[in-house]
């Protein structure tokens, strides 16, 4: 079992910077990939960022529209993930979830992830 526990949402004027914590528990954390989606209301929820375990070299990928802006890193001492958001457009209002995978590969859709934390609101005004 792994619990995971999402931090630093709020609201943010465009072109702002957030950055979200996920502090996770149970399980050996440098061990697991883990992942970032977000969720706007009457959307899917959609990939936002994922990175490996450090076996596999902390390989990271990002969702197209994220890319150059918005940064996944992990700190396995503190057993924490983070997602550093820059350059915030009002579209990436949403409700963002951290997750963990069951495996050390980094994973690009929801399916590949076994544990979900609980989300956090980013709200970014124009």
């Known amino acids: ?10 609201l943010v004027q465009a ?5 979200l914590s996920c502090a996770a528990s149970g399980r050996t954390f440098s061990s697991i990939g883990m992942g970032w989606f977000r969720q706007a209301p009457g959307k899917e929820r959609e990939f936002v960022a994922t990175i490996a375990s ?3 070299g902390s390989r990271t990928y990002y969702t197209d529209s994220v890319k150059g802006r918005f940064t996944i890193s992990r700190d396995n001492a503190k ?3 983070y997602l550093q958001m820059n ?4 579209e990436d209002t949403a409700v963002y979830y951290c997750a963990a995978r069951s495996t050390p590969y980094t ?7 076994s ?3 609980q989300g956090t609101q980013v709200t970014v005004s124009s």
């Open 115 to 117: 544990y979900w934390g």
């Open 54 to 56: 450090i076996s596999r």
């Open 107 to 113: 994973g690009t859709t929801a399916a590949d992830y």
């Open 87 to 90: 350059s915030l457009k009002p």
């Open 15 to 19: 072109g702002g910077s957030l950055r």
């Open 1 to 10: 079992q792994v619990q995971l526990v999402e931090s630093g949402g709020g």
């Open 79 to 81: 057993n924490t993930v």
